[in-house]
């Protein structure tokens, strides 16, 4: 039971239990109740670390990969398309070698946010979208890039490279889908960044 109160919400664990009565009696129970709001805590910064980017809070590849499974299993029942998307940041190895990991990481993050606040948070993985659908989420991404990113005193612009794979068309599966994508978004960086492309 989770307890909204002043110091915060507060989650209990009851056991309750009968106690033998005379009958004809009113019956009697013994109550125990423990605070678990540190066990809570504890298991869900383990869910949030099992399945979450630790340095930008996404989604990690466990979850994109069960988020995958499922919308494929959905599509298979309802003949629906699904679309699966790599993004890769361009240059950035050079950010880090020249300004250092520090400020990277704080690049990370500050695009994570952006990307966060395009999609929306069940877009690890488009269900239900067509080839038209997946372009229109690509060009928001890039969109979303194009503004520069002030981190501490480096006005720094970065711009993603994007892979699309879709199904059935390009595998029924999330290894194929995954490759399929991979593949797409190096052809991307092959032929001048800043650009998706489809399988």
Known sequence: ICLP??????WFEL?????????GTEPRFVVLSRDITKTREAEEKIRQLAHFDALTGLPNRVLLADRCH?????AQRNGQSVALMFLDLDHFKNVNDSLGHRIGDALLRAFAGR????VRDQDTVLPDTDALGAAHVAE???CAALEPFNIESHELTVTPSIG????PTDGTDF???????DAAMYHAKQRGRNHYRFF
């Open 164 to 167: 699309i794979a879709m199904y």
């Open 15 to 23: 056991s309750v239990a009968r106690k033998a009565t005379v009958p």
């Open 140 to 142: 928001k991404l890039m």
């Open 70 to 74: 499922y919308a494929l299993s959905t």
């Open 175 to 181: 290894d194929t889908l995954s490759r399929c994508a």
């Open 115 to 118: 990307l966060s606040a395009s």
């Open 5 to 10: 109160l002043d110091i915060g919400s507060r």
